[in-house]
């Protein structure tokens, strides 16, 4: 499944869920997270496609069950996505400050690849805060116990929502374009941009080693996937002036990139 493959199908689950149910039903589709687990697929096959064996990765692939879960400062918290070390052997620890028993220890956990995918399929702007501090939050709970560990974060920014005022009458209908999205996405970029590529293990514990940002209008007929400034400004999504770090967060290079930074850490 490639990644504008795997766009449509999102697409075609919302449409279709609006046109037989409305909002009721779009809402409905978000709480089953069918939508999300395509993008869990396409990120699993991503890392197959790049050396990764499938029997290392969980949950295992087209499954959503058996995530890992794993101990961090804080709390312990289940991850999307895995991959799990070889020839390392768990050594299980009780952790006096979670009350938590960790049935990897830390050394089998901090050579854990993580990612997790998110998306915000609706009120992109007012839930802005909460999808940031969460973000960031949850990299320094396991950073600061484990900072060697190598993290990522796939997540999935729809440029045009779709419009609440139409799909109640089981309309598809999405949001024009305005100086207010130009306004949101340059922040999405510039947030995402400031907790990606961390390198340092003694510090910066809130930031990824990777961060990948899907930024897709899904009002084409084939969801378009915008990887650079430039794909922006051409589709005339931005104006000309319009600069940010977008080519750093783009699909293309996640995987070869996080799987580099795993490689130097844990490999040579």
Same mark, same amino acid.
């Given at each position: 499944m490639g990644v504008i493959e795997c766009l449509s199908e999102i697409k075609s689950l919302f449409e279709n869920a609006i046109h037989e149910g409305g909002t009721t039903a779009k809402n409905k589709l978000i709480r089953t997270s069918k939508p999300i687990n395509l993008v869990h697929e396409l990120v699993k096959q991503g890392l197959v496609s790049r050396g990764i064996k499938e029997n290392s990765i969980y949950p295992k692939l087209n499954e959503s069950r058996g995530e890992i879960s794993i101990c961090g400062s804080i709390k312990k918290k289940?991850?999307?996505?895995?991959?799990?070390?070889?020839?390392?052997?768990p050594q299980? %620890?009780?952790?006096?400050?979670?009350?938590?028993?960790?049935?990897?220890?830390? &050394? +089998?956990?901090e050579k854990i690849l993580s990612i997790n995918v998110r998306s915000q399929m609706s009120s992109v702007a007012k839930n802005f805060d909460t999808i940031f501090e969460r973000t960031f939050a949850e990299a320094y709970n396991l950073h600061n116990r484990l900072n060697k560990m190598v993290l990522g974060e796939v997540f999935l920014f729809p440029i045009r929502e779709l419009d609440?005022?139409?799909?109640?009458?089981?309309?598809?209908?999405?949001?024009?374009l305005n100086r207010r999205a130009e306004n949101q996405l340059?922040?999405?970029?510039?947030?995402?941009s400031i907790i990606n590529n961390r390198r340092?293990?003694? %510090?910066?514990y809130h930031k990824y080693e990777?961060?990948?940002?899907?930024?897709? &209008? +899904?009002s084409y007929e084939t969801p378009i996937l915008y990887q650079s400034d430039k794909d922006l400004i051409q589709g005339g999504v931005v104006s000309s002036t319009f600069q940010s770090n977008l080519s750093d967060l783009s699909f293309d290079s996640f995987f070869t990139d996080i799987i580099n930074v795993y490689n130097s850490r844990f490999i040579s």
């Open positions: 289940s991850q999307d996505i895995c991959i799990l070390p070889k020839n390392v052997i299980p %620890e009780y952790l006096e400050e979670l009350k938590t028993r960790d049935i990897y220890g830390a &050394d +089998f956990s609440d005022t139409y799909s109640t009458n089981h309309i598809v209908r999405y949001k024009d340059e922040k999405y970029i510039h947030y995402f340092n293990i003694n %510090e910066d990777k961060v990948c940002l899907l930024v897709v &209008d +899904f």
